[in-house]
């Protein structure tokens, strides 16, 4: 038996095992899960049409591919969308992603404030966020799209087999192909033009986040090895 970690793991692993199973290594409890007042007070907001609230939590760093991120804030400048983005994490390309923000004349809406270590701080920041973007540039289990699904935070960025499975259940996720800044962008002022598909996405979202939580996951996972 073979407990692969996320779909992207179970793609390129799960033919080497007679008895795969795509699994899930997380920290999240259940009583970490957005309330449904704050999912209905985020529903709200989004459909009133506040300026959209966007955030990534994560390393500074090639492989999460943040100047694609930057790129597609400034797709959605550019297309006259109001928002506020936070990247949260700190790493070997902040100064250039600060020096990027600048050019580009993006620092009045971007926020880059380095590296954050309060667990508490990091979940009511996905609690209060309308979406979380991410461009990973490789296959990986990243647990900060997880921690956005439970905070209610959708997760939209480019597609591969492991968002697309965090949210085969219940939704709660829009992806574009790789590397394709302008598909990204394209979705993200869909869903500020479409305020309704937004709100739904929020609720999605947290009902996906309920099937992430350690007691949960670690129940399947003794399940399976109990089975075995």
Aim: aromatic share 8%; glycine share 8%.
């Amino acid at each position: 038996m073979a407990l692969l970690q996320g779909g992207d793991t179970f793609e390129a692993y799960a033919r080497f095992a007679p008895d795969p199973h795509c699994t899930y290594d997380i920290h999240t409890s259940a009583d970490e899960q957005i309330a449904p007042t704050m999912v209905e007070a985020k529903q709200a907001r989004a459909r009133n049409g506040a300026p959209l609230d966007i955030v990534y939590l994560g390393r500074a760093t090639a492989m999460k591919g943040p100047f694609d991120w930057i790129e597609t804030l400034q797709r959605l400048h550019q297309d006259g969308v109001p928002f506020r983005a936070t990247w949260i994490g700190d790493g070997p390309d902040l100064p250039a992603i600060r020096e990027r923000v600048a050019a580009l004349g993006l620092g009045a809406s971007v926020e880059l404030p380095g590296f954050e270590d309060r667990r508490e701080l990091l979940l009511a920041r996905l609690k209060q966020s309308d979406l979380l973007l991410f461009c990973h540039k490789t296959p990986e289990s990243a647990r900060c799209l997880i921690e956005a699904l439970v905070c209610g935070c959708p997760i939209v960025g480019y597609d591969s087999a492991y968002p697309r499975d965090l949210v085969a259940r219940q939704g709660g996720g829009v992806f574009a192909p790789q590397n394709d800044v302008a598909a990204l962008a394209a979705q993200v002022v869909r869903l500020h033009r479409d305020r309704a598909t937004l709100a739904e996405l929020i609720g999605q979202a947290a009902a996906s986040g309920t099937l992430y939580n350690e007691d949960t996951v670690y129940a399947h996972r003794a399940e399976l090895m109990k089975r075995a």
